[in-house]
Structures are given as C-alpha cells and as structure tokens.
C-alpha cells in the first residue's frame, strides 16, 4: 500500500550544521511530494514541494529533489539555525489527490 | 480570520462521553479536510469536504466518526461514545486549488 518512510528523529545539530533528513515512498504511479513543517505551537505549513520526477523544491533555504528511481524525496539544507527546530513531514497526495499519506515526522532540535 | 482556526485547542473528556471539534477554514476556501495525528505515528486522513458534501470519507475509522460542513464553510467533526484510542490532535486544512499549504493548530483530545 501507499507509505512514506521518514528517518527516526530527533536530530540534533548544532547551528550552521548541515541537515539531512531522509524520506522514501512507496506508491503508484509519480505523485506529489511534499515537505511540511510544524514548529512549535502551531499548525502544519507546507514548506516546499515538486510535482514530477527531478524537480527541485526550495524554500527558506531547504531544498529536495523528486528522486524517480529511488523514489526518494530527502530534505536539506546547507546551514541551519536555532529558528529551524520543528518537526519534519514528508508527504505524497494519493487518492486522486484528496488525501495526502504523511511520514511519522522527525523532530529536528538545533542548539547553538 | 486570516489561517484555519480549530477549537477548542485542547478537550478532556471521560470515555464514553461524546465530543464536537470545530473547524474554521480560511474564507472562500471551497475543501476542507480532517486528519488526525495520533502519537508515534504519522497523519492519518480522516474526512474531506467540497463545499458541504464528502466525497472522500474513507478515512473515518469506525461509525462513532461523524463529520458534517455548513453554509460552505464552518465544519464540525463529531466522536460518539469516545475511547482511550481516539486520544490525538484532531488537524483540520482547507484549499481552494487542492494544495494544502496551512493547516489549523489542531484540537488535543484526551479521553481518560
């Protein structure tokens, strides 16, 4: 069935650290995919997304790309910052694209 | 309101005992969705609305589970005869093109 597979958190770096978190799916066809981001406090927002196979999706410095034959969508970002600390979604829409399959999340902690 | 507003934030309930959750979605945001994100484990998709009828609500895990859209807009899901294992923050997002780019802060439940 439709899943998405996301590495056990938390991670903690320290501030300018470099950060990587994983995200593999399985589903059919190439859907969406999606990076969300909880800080805390407050609701889900999405950070970043691509749409088909070798996209790139960038924003506040993150950035993933829609691996096709991995079928990965891994996230990072070249230097992060105490602001960052939040836990991680991955997701995919599925469904005809009413429902979105999420990952478990991965708690990112960055100190300084 | 300027995001999707959710209340109450936070609702204790013995078990047994029926609850409404209420969603507020963004104005003129014509989807609204339900998920649930329940500890350890990732979102689970609950219910989606277009305008006032569910076309999706393949999510709802057993008949306890109601959920019903007014005027377009506010929405109220309710759990009948609560159990310990619908003890989760209750997430409600809203769309007007299919992308889900906020979701509201969530109801924490907490059936004793």
């Known amino acids: 069935g439709n899943s998405v597979t996301q590495m056990e958190g938390p991670v903690t770096l320290s501030e300018e650290a470099f950060l990587t978190i994983n995200c593999t799916y399985t589903?059919?066809?190439?859907?969406?995919l999606f990076w969300y981001v909880q800080y805390p406090g407050e609701g889900l927002q999405l950070l970043l997304k691509?749409?088909?196979?070798?996209d790139k999706g960038s924003n506040k410095g993150f950035e993933a790309t829609y691996r096709k034959e991995t079928t990965s969508f891994h996230l990072e970002k070249g230097s992060v910052q105490v602001s960052d600390s939040a836990v991680y979604f991955c997701?995919?829409?599925?469904?005809?694209?009413?429902?979105?399959?999420f990952g478990t999340g991965t708690q990112l902690k960055v100190e300084l | 309101g300027a995001g999707v507003s959710q209340s109450p934030s936070n609702k204790v309930t013995e078990k047994g005992k029926d609850v409404e959750l209420r969603c507020d979605p963004i104005?003129?945001?014509?989807?609204l969705y339900w998920y649930r994100q329940s500890l350890g484990q990732g979102l689970e998709f609950l219910i989606y609305f277009q305008g006032n009828s569910a076309p999706d609500k393949s999510g709802l895990p057993s008949d306890r589970f109601s959920a019903e859209r007014t005027g377009g807009s506010v929405s109220t899901l309710t759990i009948q005869r609560t159990q310990q294992e619908d003890s989760a923050v209750y997430l409600c997002?809203?769309?007007?093109?299919?992308?889900?780019?906020?979701f509201g802060a969530g109801t924490r439940l907490s059936v004793l």
């Open positions: 589903a059919t066809g190439y859907p969406s």
């Open positions: 997701a995919f829409f599925t469904g005809g694209g009413n429902k979105l399959t």
């Open positions: 691509a749409t088909k196979a070798d």
């Open positions: 997002a809203s769309s007007v093109d299919g992308q889900l780019n906020y």
């Open positions: 104005s003129g945001h014509t989807a």
